[in-house]
């Protein structure tokens, strides 16, 4: 398995968001090659502006390895974090953290700063972006397409 298949994965539950009228975002941890964590946009529905996917996948695979570090592991997520989620995957120790599509109004990994290059913190994930990002940015995109109709 590759970088596409865990981000085709994030992609799904992204579309799940989308069902439920959140932003379409998903995301999924990695460990060894098995998805250990999943996670979506909910922050409309639980009425909490921390449900942001990553954050949903992080608390998610920390249940399920019953620790809240998470070492060794990898975040799959559609969208470049915000500062907030990254410094949730800064604490939870994820090694890598790859997304899809960039946020020019609030990612983290060089759109509007880049936090995961602060030598001054004292964990840094390798990041990546851009797997599949056309398609990423297409399902964000055509979301708030959609939306701005929904007002006019």
């Known amino acids: 398995m590759n970088d596409e298949f865990f981000m085709r ?6 579309h799940a968001a989308e069902c439920l009228g959140e932003v379409p975002v998903g995301a999924v941890v990695v460990r060894e090659g098995i998805i250990i964590g999943r996670g979506f946009n909910t922050p409309i529905g639980e009425n909490d502006p921390t449900a942001h996917a990553e954050i949903a996948a992080l ?7 019953g620790n809240y570090r998470l070492p060794g592991c990898e975040l799959f997520v559609t969208l470049e974090p915000c500062a907030m ?15 899809g599509a960039r946020d020019p109004k609030t990612g983290v990994h060089g759109s509007v700063v880049d936090l995961f290059g602060v030598e001054r913190l004292n964990h840094h994930a390798t990041v990546e ?17 959609s939306r701005r109709k929904k007002t006019q």
């Open 85 to 99: 989620c990254a410094g949730a995957i800064m604490h939870s120790r994820i090694s890598r953290v790859i997304y």
């Open 129 to 145: 972006g851009g797997v599949l990002a056309a398609e990423c940015s297409t399902l964000l995109s055509s979301f708030f397409a």
């Open 9 to 14: 994965e994030a992609l799904s539950l992204a």
């Open 59 to 65: 608390r998610d695979a920390a249940r399920n390895l």
